[in-house]
């Protein structure tokens, strides 16, 4: 590697210091590399996890619909849909995981049953509707797991990125310039070490 920096022994300090606080460095982001990598595994398996609940709760509110369309007809549900008042609330506050800000979604209901008489009106309407509430639930937890990973997933690649800077430039370049100016000051100590030994020969000789 070229290093082109003056052999004193003021820069020779100074490169052992940068280099001691590049390897601290190294260490700490490394070891934060690790960690988030072990979140976001953790996050995917939550994510693949969430991703089948709602998968499954829309496919069996669905399913169910189609069984109350067919018990009472299209027209009746929709007028029992006018009647049913359940308003969803959501509200979102942070958390931070290895300096990141992640999402904490919490989705609370509010109903006021019973919302229709009982007449005229099939099991699988009720059925229906409690399914799509757990799959709106569900909805919210997937994103809430979706942010995190995606979050998560940008603050390792920029850290990953740091650590290979580290690892691969600037260690190599300041251990590098260490050992050039430290070479070259035991060069330059040996040389003048001979030179005062020589002179001291020469004294020695004329008197």
Excluded: C
């Amino acid at each position: 590697m070229n290093v082109n920096i003056p052999a004193t022994k003021t820069n020779l300090l100074k490169i052992k210091r940068d280099l001691s606080l590049t390897r601290q460095g190294y260490e700490l982001l490394d070891e934060k590399r690790r960690i988030l990598m072990q979140e976001l595994t953790s996050v995917i398996d939550s994510v693949d996890l969430r991703q089948k609940q709602v998968d499954q709760a829309l496919s069996e509110a669905y399913r169910l619909l189609d069984r109350a369309v067919a018990a009472v007809g299209t027209r009746r549900l929709e007028e029992l849909s006018f009647s049913v008042d359940i308003r969803s609330d959501i509200s979102i506050s942070q958390r931070r995981i290895m300096g990141v800000t992640v999402p904490v979604i919490s989705l609370r209901m509010r109903e006021n049953p019973p919302y229709y008489s009982l007449y005229e009106v099939n099991l699988s309407v009720d059925e229906a509707m409690i399914k799509f509430k757990e799959a709106l639930k569900a909805l919210a937890a997937l994103a809430e797991k979706k942010i995190t990973l995606l979050r998560l997933a940008e603050e390792a690649r920029r850290t990953i990125r740091k650590v290979n800077a580290l690892e691969k430039i600037y260690i190599p370049y300041y251990s590098a310039a260490f050992k050039y100016i430290a070479d070259r000051l035991d060069e330059e100590s040996r040389d003048a070490f001979a030179l005062l030994k020589l002179i001291k020969q020469h004294k020695t000789s004329q008197s």
